[in-house]
């Protein structure tokens, strides 16, 4: 029997649906419905969770997904974690589906991790960043250090190449002590950069969209590709 994962992403997100299409099992299709968004921004995103969000929402629990993610990392955590906590409420209370938030599944997976010495790379502002940075020590883990790129259009994040963040994230390992890395955003190519990394630092490292592919994966009781 197909079972389907609904994504709620930004609209200008080219990089989630990708993703979990190059890496899902075959036995599960992904549908998605965007939230306008075109800068990434606070006043942006507080703009696409207030006005757009809802209308996403409504419109995504119409394919009767077995489960729906949140898809996006900086808004999630815009507002801290029990408004991300309300978010994941409101999806399940507009739909049958079960809620996937992508910042609270970092969370977890960084609990399990414990790192002492955490990096967050992102592509972000610095307002986006002190939002994660917030998020994840609200949770108790300790943000050693976060670094950003600095892009304000959502569109522009997607256009960075796996090869320059692999790039940006190893120059910043060889400064310091670090013992695991978090990159950031779902519209963001670290999935695929991942595993250099990692072959490189020879720490962990862990991706918006490759946390939340595995969670969804494991909610369903899916194999996948990746």
Same mark, same amino acid.
């Given at each position: 029997?197909?079972?389907?994962?609904?994504?709620?992403?930004?609209?200008?997100?080219?990089?989630?649906?990708? @993703?979990?299409?190059?890496?899902?099992?075959? =036995?599960?299709?992904?549908?998605?419905?965007?939230?306008?968004?075109?800068?990434?921004?606070?006043?942006?995103?507080?703009?696409?969770?207030?006005?757009?969000?809802?209308?996403?929402?409504?419109?995504?629990?119409?394919?009767?997904? #077995?489960?729906?993610?949140?898809?996006?990392? =900086?808004?999630?955590?815009?507002?801290?974690?029990?408004?991300?906590?309300?978010?994941?409420?409101?999806? #399940?209370?507009? =739909?049958?589906?079960?809620?996937?938030?992508?910042?609270?599944?970092?969370?977890?997976?960084?609990?399990?991790?414990?790192?002492?010495?955490?990096?967050? $790379?992102?592509?972000?502002?610095?307002?986006?960043?002190?939002?994660?940075?917030?998020?994840? #020590? @609200?949770?108790?883990?300790?943000?050693?250090?976060?670094?950003?790129?600095?892009?304000?259009?959502?569109?522009?994040?997607?256009?960075?190449?796996?090869?320059?963040? $692999?790039?940006?994230?190893?120059?910043?390992?060889?400064? @310091?002590?670090?013992? $695991?890395?978090?990159?950031?955003?779902?519209?963001?190519? $670290?999935? #695929?950069?991942?595993?250099?990394?990692?072959?490189?630092?020879?720490?962990?490292?862990?991706?918006?969209?490759?946390?939340?592919?595995?969670?969804?994966?494991?909610?369903?009781?899916?194999?996948?590709?990746?």
């Amino acid at each position: 029997m197909t079972k389907r994962i609904g994504l709620i992403v930004p609209s200008s997100n080219s990089v989630m649906e990708v @993703d979990f299409y190059r890496n899902i099992d075959k =036995s599960v299709n992904v549908h998605t419905s965007r939230m306008y968004l075109v800068d990434t921004t606070v006043k942006g995103e507080e703009e696409m969770l207030d006005m757009h969000f809802p209308k996403a929402l409504k419109d995504i629990a119409t394919v009767k997904p #077995e489960l729906i993610v949140f898809g996006c990392t =900086s808004a999630g955590a815009l507002r801290g974690n029990d408004y991300d906590k309300q978010i994941c409420s409101t999806i #399940e209370e507009k =739909s049958d589906a079960v809620s996937v938030s992508v910042i609270k599944s970092v969370r977890e997976r960084l609990e399990k991790i414990n790192p002492k010495n955490l990096l967050v $790379a992102t592509p972000y502002i610095d307002a986006l960043n002190e939002k994660i940075k917030k998020s994840l #020590e @609200d949770d108790g883990t300790k943000v050693k250090k976060i670094i950003g790129l600095g892009i304000d259009d959502n569109f522009s994040i997607a256009l960075v190449e796996p090869n320059k963040i $692999a790039e940006f994230v190893i120059d910043e390992v060889k400064k @310091d002590n670090y013992d $695991a890395v978090f990159i950031s955003c779902t519209n963001f190519r $670290a999935m #695929e950069a991942r595993g250099f990394i990692e072959e490189q630092c020879s720490i962990p490292v862990i991706t918006s969209n490759q946390i939340v592919f595995e969670k969804c994966s494991e909610i369903l009781g899916c194999d996948n590709d990746d």
